[in-house]
C-alpha cells in the first residue's frame, strides 16, 4: 500500500471468506458496495442512486475494517483509510486539506472506497460538549459534509465509516444522501466463533483432538480479534513446548483460554 501522512491506499486482499459469521452482513454490502461500484452505468441507466455512505457500528475488535477491506476487494476498489483520530491531532488545516485531497484522489481513482476508523472523532455531534466537539471538530465535519454532498455527481465511489460510539455521530451525517446505511457489526455468537476459529486455524497443523465447536462454546463474549489472538498464542505455547512441534493440541488452547479474559461484557452485548 502507498501511504501519504494520515492516508494508506491500496486495493485489499482481505476477501470475505476470511471474515467468520457475520452472513446477513456481507450479503447487505456486497449490495450496496459492489453492486454501485461494479455497475454504476447500469445504476445511471436505470435514474436509480446508489447508497453513497455507509456507517459501520459495533464493539472494537469485531471485524468493522476487515469487512469495508473484503468489500473493496470484491468491488476491486481503491482503497482510501483515513483515520478519525489522525485527523483531528492534525495542524489546523491540514486536516480539512487531507480530506478534500483524499476525495479528489479517490474520484480520479474510481471505483474507490473512502474508509473512516473512529469516526465519531470526525463526526462528532456539534454543540455537545462531552463529545469531543470542538472548533477542529466542527471545520472536519463541515468539510465531509461539502465532500460527500460533492459525491451526488461522482461516480464509483463510496464512504465507509467505523465507530464503537454511533451516538456521538452528528445527525446531519444521517441524512439521505450521506450514511444512507447504518449496519450493526455484533460481537460473534458461538456459531460465528466457530467459523472465526476456522478462518485463523486453517494455515495452522491441529491434532485431532483440538474441537473447535468446543472452544467456540468456551469462549463467550470473545470478539473476532481476540479469538484470533487465541489461535496464535495456542500455536506459540505448542512451540515453547517443544520447538519441533508438528501439531497444535487441545491442551494448547486450553492453557491459552484459560489465561484470557474478554474484554467486552454482556452490557455492552445486549
Ligand atoms: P476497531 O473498532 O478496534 O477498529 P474493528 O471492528 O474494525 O475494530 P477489525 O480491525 O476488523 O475490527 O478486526 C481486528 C482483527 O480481528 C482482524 O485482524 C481480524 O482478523 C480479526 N477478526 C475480527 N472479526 C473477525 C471475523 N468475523 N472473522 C475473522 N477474523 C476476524
Known sequence: PSITRGVTVEIPKV???????????????????????????????????????????????????????????AAQASFFSLSGAELYSMYVGEGEALLRNTFRRARLASPSIIFFDEADVVAAKRGGSSSGSSKVGERLLSTLLTEMDGLEQAKGILVLAATNRPNAIDAALMRPGRFDLVLYVP??????????????????????????????????????????????EAGIVALREDISATVVCNRHFQK???????????????
Open 15 to 73: 476477501s470475505w471468506e476470511d471474515i467468520g459469521g457475520l452472513h446477513d452482513l456481507k450479503k447487505k454490502l456486497q449490495q450496496a458496495v459492489e453492486w454501485p461500484l461494479r455497475h454504476s452505468a447500469s445504476f445511471s441507466r436505470l435514474g436509480v442512486s446508489p447508497v453513497r455512505g455507509i456507517l459501520l457500528h459495533g464493539p472494537p475488535g469485531c471485524s468493522k475494517t476487515t469487512l469495508a477491506k473484503a468489500a473493496g476487494h
Open 256 to 270: 491459552v483460554r484459560q489465561s484470557l479474559k474478554p474484554a467486552l461484557t454482556m452490557e455492552e452485548v445486549v
Open 187 to 232: 460481537p460473534p455468537d458461538s456459531e460465528s466463533r466457530y467459523e472465526i476459529l476456522r478462518v485463523h486455524t486453517r494455515d495452522m497443523k491441529l491434532d485431532p483432538d483440538v474441537d473447535l465447536s468446543l472452544i467456540a462454546e468456551e469462549t463467550e463474549l470473545f470478539t473476532g480479534a481476540e479469538l484470533e489472538g487465541l489461535c496464535r
